[in-house]
């Protein structure tokens, strides 16, 4: 089946860019969403990219799309102790029926 | 954004029992999900509801273990039978289709601990 992959786990400074990298295989994605999770909460849809688009800045975030290596990363910028949580990256593709594809998350701690 | 709540929000049950979480949506949607976010792992989607049909199971899901409901486009429930301690995971409603974008939206999801 499609997979989609990440680091396991990112620590950073407060006040540094955090960058958050995700990789995936499915070739027909058409959208790759970034979501955020803190503790005992449900997701977070922080942001979200059509395939044909290769940049997309909303505020502090800026996502990075390279659909030739398939590759997609989430930049947060000025990180603060409030970003730390688990932030998940998911396909949206042909491949798998035009349902999410969930990555296993990336642990971001944010040390002050 | 949609907005989605979920009852309940957390549960401790008793094996061999059953729990039937309602997820309610504050506007109508195209398609509504059900997930399972076991400890500590990312999310599997269960099934998709479907309004007015059978829901539409995922490889390893059944409807006689996660029989779901979906009586109108803003309104669906899971339910989980006859749980065993290997069901203690969290249970998320998702959505997508507001407006006929595809953003897709999650519940605050239920916390089931089965002893």
């Known amino acids: 089946g499609e997979d989609v992959e990440q680091s396991l786990f990112l620590s950073v400074r407060e006040g540094d860019s955090s960058v958050i990298n995700c990789t995936y295989t499915d070739s027909s994605s058409t959208y790759l969403y970034w979501y955020k999770q803190e503790p005992g909460a449900g997701l977070q849809l922080l942001t979200y990219i059509f395939s044909n688009m290769d940049m997309k800045q909303d505020q502090r975030l800026t996502v990075l799309l390279n659909k030739k290596d398939k590759h997609l990363s989430l930049r947060i910028a000025d990180t603060q102790t409030g970003d730390s949580a688990i932030y998940f990256c998911?396909?949206?593709?042909?491949?798998?029926?035009?349902?999410?594809?969930f990555g296993g998350g990336t642990r971001v701690l944010v040390k002050p | 954004s949609a907005v989605i709540s979920q009852k309940p929000s957390r549960d401790i049950c008793q094996r061999g029992t059953s729990l039937t979480i309602q997820c309610q949506v504050d506007?109508?949607?195209?398609?509504m999900f059900w997930y399972r976010q076991q400890p500590g792992q990312s999310l599997t989607l269960i099934a998709t509801a479907n309004q007015g049909s059978e829901a539409t199971y995922e490889s390893g899901f059944v409807i006689d273990k996660f029989p779901i409901s979906r009586p109108n486009l803003t309104f669906s429930t899971l339910t989980v039978s006859n749980m065993s301690p290997e069901d203690s995971s969290i249970y998320l409603c998702?959505?997508?289709?507001?407006?006929?974008?595809?953003?897709?939206?999650f519940g605050p999801g239920t916390r089931l601990t089965v002893t």
């Open positions: 998911a396909e949206l593709g042909a491949a798998a029926g035009n349902k999410l594809t």
């Open positions: 506007s109508q949607v195209t398609m």
């Open positions: 998702s959505v997508m289709g507001q407006g006929g974008t595809y953003e897709q939206y």
